[in-house]
């Protein structure tokens, strides 16, 4: 049942197209919300029990003569992330019934490409097999190729699909290599196995190259610092997309693989470096350049990248606790529960958020943040959604964010502590690195909500005349607003049912069981470090925010050939595109006498190579007659 629960979707999807065409009069999008609540409800009964830490396992043969299975492995980790793909899809499909209109859109293509991309994530967060792993994964980019550039009429759409698609392929090639190299040096595909030889594994001459390939696939899909580039020309895709693939799904693969991977990895000094130093300067760098945005989902877009790289930190910090003799007395246990956790509050503000965005561009037929304004009054349920998303974001309290925030920040301050790996010299910069790029995302939080609500604004020159959003667009974000303020309230019921056994699978070697996880959540913990930098970051940043416009012009200094963006289009259009048109040349002469040359050369080299390394003939000089210079002497008398 837990595979069949996998491929639900996809197998749902064969009568979408039946059903957009008999029944045109009920919106598609009501058959395709079926899916993804009967996997909520399902997923749900298997809540309690993980929560006392146990797994389920289920397994069917797909390749038998190669030993490859597609598997469901559910522990806490792998449970946590189908509850998200499973519950903020059904809110994203609830939303996109109101968004896409059901007469001027493919709509089942839009659903089918959704199931698709559904059992793509399903098949990722539950497969035990590497292989099985690796092939959902690209499953997972093609769906998003198919997503993003759904509305392929447009230019923007075609070169967001096809850059997302590039990046994250390139980098799941690599990270097959790394399973690859993991598999002949464990002897086994599974990763629990692996898991039970990792120490062994660590003295593996190819340990590290693994290692860094896994981290690499890892990266781009989780848009790190620098492979993010792909993440804001997907913001092309309809909001739907972006609200289910880029704050609580895809972008996430990524983080869920480093979160697998760590009781393998962690042991090396070059996974606590990687993970922890890109994390933060994605933190860092997307926090920097979304206040330099105008487009709405722009500044999502990168918000998105720099609090992904905040995730991605505190999995690196937590996996320095491999390195701590007595871990369970040590600060790095609560980096592993505060990454889990701002990975729940992430899902819940950013989903809001893009909902949000969505429901301006609708209503007023803009994203241009330089145009918007003055909206507070026109749609208040907007406003009042948009300013729990953006407050959680910037990590004031009362709202959920605020207690992952403290729990970061808490993290990067243990990090001077560690005497590992020259920590103690060069760890200090973490800290200030993190203060800073919290600022800027308190900037940028604040800068999305009162740019576009508050203000005179320009209504009269909108597009269209703005008004609030039908009640039906406004229930899945009023949904997430509420669960921000709910957990900031509740976050210990939340731990103890979702982010304990999560962490218990993350960090197996701690604890016993979820239930020995002593770690317990407060919005007050006295006046400590903590505090003076969060205080510093309100000041700091409302001083920022009030003067944006008098320092934003300097990010036009910044020369437009010296970015990354522009690297890209180097490689793609000067080095591949231009180059195999040039190759091309050679060869694509218009005679057929040359490709037949062609053709029959290639198969002559294929063929007398394969005879050769597969010893097809062999030539030896065994059983003749001896000849010597003697010899033919003789002869020529």
């Known amino acids: 049942m837990q595979v069949l629960a996998i491929f639900l979707p996809i197998v749902f999807a064969l009568i979408l197209p039946l059903l957009f065409k008999k029944i045109r009069l009920i919106h598609t999008g009501w058959f395709m919300l079926i899916i993804p609540v009967t996997l909520v409800i399902y997923y749900s009964t298997f ?260 609090q992904l790289g905040l995730i991605m930190a505190l999995l690196g910090a937590g996996s ?39 429901i301006v561009d609708h209503e007023t037929g803009t994203r241009n943040i330089r145009k918007l304004g003055g909206l507070m009054s026109l749609m208040p349920v907007s406003f009042s959604i948009a300013m729990i998303g953006s407050f959680s974001m910037a990590g004031i309290p009362f709202f959920n964010g605020f207690l992952s925030k403290e729990m970061f920040l808490t993290a990067m301050l243990s990090i001077v502590q560690f005497d590992f790996f020259n920590f103690e010299t060069f760890g200090i910069i973490f800290p200030v690195i993190a203060w800073i790029a919290s600022v800027f995302t308190f900037v940028y939080s604040m800068y999305f909500v009162f740019h576009t609500f508050t203000g005179k604004g320009a209504v009269a020159k909108l597009p269209k005349k703005p008004h ?78 009030i003067t944006l416009a008098k320092w934003q012009k300097i990010y036009a200094l910044w020369p437009k050939k010296f970015t990354l963006n522009t690297l890209y289009q180097i490689m793609m259009v000067n080095v591949l595109e231009k180059g195999t048109e040039r190759f091309s040349k050679h060869y694509m002469t218009g005679s057929i006498r040359t490709y037949i040359k062609y053709m029959l050369s290639s198969i002559s080299i294929i063929v007398i190579g394969t005879l050769f390394t597969q010893n097809g003939f062999k030539f030896t000089l065994d059983g003749t007659s001896p000849v010597s210079y003697t010899h033919l002497r003789a002869h020529e008398t």
Do not use: C
């Open 47 to 306: 809540i309690s029990a993980v929560a006392k830490g146990r797994s389920f396992t289920s397994k069917f043969s797909w390749i038998p003569s190669l030993n490859i299975e597609v598997s469901s492995y559910i522990d806490g980790l792998s449970l946590l992330f189908s509850l998200l793909i499973s519950g903020i899809g059904a809110l994203v499909i609830l939303y996109s019934i109101f968004y896409l209109d059901k007469t001027k859109e493919q709509l089942h293509n839009f659903y089918i490409y959704l199931s698709m991309f559904m059992t793509a994530m399903l098949g990722v967060v539950q497969s035990d097999h590497l292989i099985a792993l690796y092939f959902f994964w690209e499953l997972t980019s093609i769906s998003s190729f198919l997503l993003i550039g759904y509305w392929f009429t447009r230019d923007a759409s075609r070169f967001g699909a096809l850059k997302s698609m590039m990046i994250t392929v390139a980098g799941g090639l690599l990270m097959l290599g790394g399973f690859v190299l993991l598999a002949m040096m464990g002897g086994t595909y599974s990763i629990r196995e692996l898991v039970k030889v990792a120490p062994e594994l660590l003295t593996e001459p190819y340990f590290v190259l693994a290692l860094v390939l896994v981290l690499l696939g890892a990266f781009t899909k989780s848009a790190q610092f620098p492979f993010y580039i792909w993440l804001p020309d997907a913001m092309e895709a309809p909001t739907p997309v972006s609200a289910y693939l880029h704050s609580a799904t895809m972008v996430k693969a990524g983080i869920y693989l480093v979160a697998r991977f760590t009781p393998i990895f962690a042991a090396s000094e070059v996974w606590v470096w990687l993970v922890t130093g890109v994390g933060l300067m994605t933190l860092f760098w997307g926090s920097i350049f979304a206040v330099k945005q105008t487009d709405l989902k722009a500044i999502l877009a990168f918000s998105t990248v720099s």
């Open 320 to 358: 320095m606790s491999y390195h701590v003799s007595g871990a369970e007395g040590t600060i790095f246990k609560y980096a592993a529960f505060a990454a889990i956790f701002h990975l729940i509050n992430h899902a819940t503000f950013k989903g809001s958020l893009f909902m949000i965005a969505g």
């Open 468 to 545: 609030e959003a039908p009640i039906g667009m406004l229930i899945s974000p009023t949904i997430l607003a509420i669960l921000v303020v709910v957990i900031f309230f509740i976050p210990n019921l939340i731990a103890d049912t979702f982010i304990k056994p999560a962490v218990f699978a993350i960090q197996p070697f701690l604890y016993s069981s979820p239930a020995a996880i002593d770690i317990t959540v407060k919005a007050w913990h006295g006046f400590n470090t903590e505090l003076w930098m969060t205080l510093g970051i309100f000041v700091v940043g409302f001083a920022l925010f």
